[in-house]
């Protein structure tokens, strides 16, 4: 197989805003949002880009990204600068107006001076609020194969769903000949009526075209600068525009991608995790998923009094440092650093780190975000109504737990 690694420039986008996951995101960006216990969502599509051989990435960065700089810096510094890797992160510059990015294209726009000034071939765009695992170093292969301009990432969706996404029409060559973007009815895929081709908001540009592309784009008064709404529907006509064909680097029967921009979807893709075989997995060796880990003792479980108070956690992904005092956890995620005390039961829930359950409380269906204290004998996801008095609580009930404001930002 070929490799493409040291032609290739990587632009991850980690700059939204993410208000669909308010209040998770009221204090941070949305790709630094904890994921799985010990990880940032971000993790992920950077596990993908190192485990794909590129080892030259821009973070692209905006709103609230104090914890996503720090993360990527203590977590992600692990790349050769005399080999000429980097992960470097890249905020709103205001080199081409006075504006931070108005959208996906925008943004790549304002740093085609960064871009410009890497020795590349290609560039590959990548989102970093998507939960998958992906080679791209295969999708670039077909790319060069394919003599493409632009390749997009594209796999199978649900029709319920997919007018969140660029719905593509496809001919047999893979080459796009039609494009919607979150269309109200989307077409169904001619292999299956229930599904539909979207797009991952993945793409691959030969880098001298991209920037083309884009100064004619910013020059559009009435573009809004966003790949799929404006960049890439003028491109089908005339230009050779390419749909690659999501391969799962997840090993499991169905293809496995999350784009977890609300509440809901945030909360079922942490909930697939612990399944007793979970659809998305993460102790395969094959591909590992780094991040950044501080110094924690190892979890622990303690009272053994069958019948009156009992340390457990079944169906659960515990972190390190995390202490399980008497209470009994279910089917759940426990970050670092979390203390369930006596005679207390949390069920079906996300604790971020260094929460503390008081004892006698009970616990469902609830995400409690870091650094809280939840008093002895709360109940949270009982009683929907008086939560919403306390709590932000979603349509599906949902009930999410953040600190008051503050000032300044605690430790992680």
Known sequence: MLHYTQDTLVCLLAGGAGERLYPLTRDRAKPAVPFGGIYRIIDLTLSNCVNSGLRRIFVLTQYKALSLNRHIREGWSILATELSE?????PPMMRVGEYWYRATADAIYQN??????????????????????MDYQLMINQHVAADAEVTIGAIEFDRSEASRFGVLELDSDSRIVHWEEKPADPKPSPHNPDKSYVSMGIYCFNHDFLIDVLMKDAED?????????DVIPKLIESHRVFAYNFIDENRKEAKYWRDIGTIEAYYEANMDLVSVSPVFNLYDSHWPIRTYQRQYP???????????????????IVSMGSIISGGRVTHSIVSPDVRVNSYTEVENSILMSHVEIGRYSRIRRAIIDRH??????????FDLKEDRKKYHVTETGIVVVVPEQRLFEEPE
């Not at 980097?86 to 890249?90: A, C, R, S, V």
């Open 86 to 90: 980097f992960i470097q992160i890249l």
């Open 112 to 133: 085609l001076y960064s871009i410009g000034s890497e020795p590349a071939k290609y560039v590959l765009i990548l989102s970093g609020d998507h939960v998958y695992k």
């Open 221 to 229: 008064s009435g573009s809004t600068h966003d790949f799929g709404r």
């Open 298 to 316: 190892p979890a622990k479980f303690v009272f053994a009094e069958e019948g009156r108070r009992m340390g457990i956690a079944v169906d659960s």
């Open 372 to 381: 809280i204290h939840i008093p002895e004998r709360s109940e949270v996801g």
